[in-house]
């Protein structure tokens, strides 16, 4: 069974920038899709961006559209996030999860097994 670990949160100021990690253990990540979620508290957990599992698409939400790189290295067995100009409204937990759906179909997937998620990582955008 895959299981990811989430790291690389912090506390930005707005226009800030800072990259999220994805790190996988068990099963093969290059089978999967990979998706970045967040949540805060009080509301729905939201998909951000999902990258396919053979890193030949990847679908953002229009919110972080040329803001957020999704990226992935099978080889290093990560998936990052590339958070550049951060805004308070991007202040959440952020999640990583796995797919075997298309990428926009996985952004947009609410079905996930609640023991997929994991402590995620805290992005806090202030001044």
């Known amino acids: 069974q895959l299981q990811l670990v989430e790291s690389g949160g912090g506390l930005v100021e707005p226009g800030g920038s800072l990259t999220l990690s994805c790190e996988a253990s068990?099963?093969?990540?290059?089978?999967?899709?990979i998706g970045w979620f967040r949540q805060i508290p009080e509301k729905e957990r939201e998909g951000v961006a999902c990258?396919?599992?053979?890193?030949?698409?990847?679908y953002y939400v229009d919110s972080v559209k040329g803001r957020f790189t999704i990226s992935r290295d099978n080889a290093k067995r990560t998936v990052y996030l590339q958070m550049n100009n951060l805004q308070p409204e991007d202040t959440a937990v952020y999640y990583c999860?796995?797919?075997?759906?298309?990428?926009?179909?996985?952004?947009?997937?609410?079905?996930?097994?609640?023991?997929?998620w994991g402590q995620g990582t805290q992005v806090t955008v202030s001044s």
């Open positions: 999860a796995a797919s075997t759906l298309s990428p926009k179909l996985c952004v947009q997937y609410t079905g996930f097994r609640r023991d997929t």
């Open positions: 068990g099963s093969s990540l290059e089978l999967y899709s």
């Open positions: 990258i396919s599992s053979n890193d030949d698409y990847a």
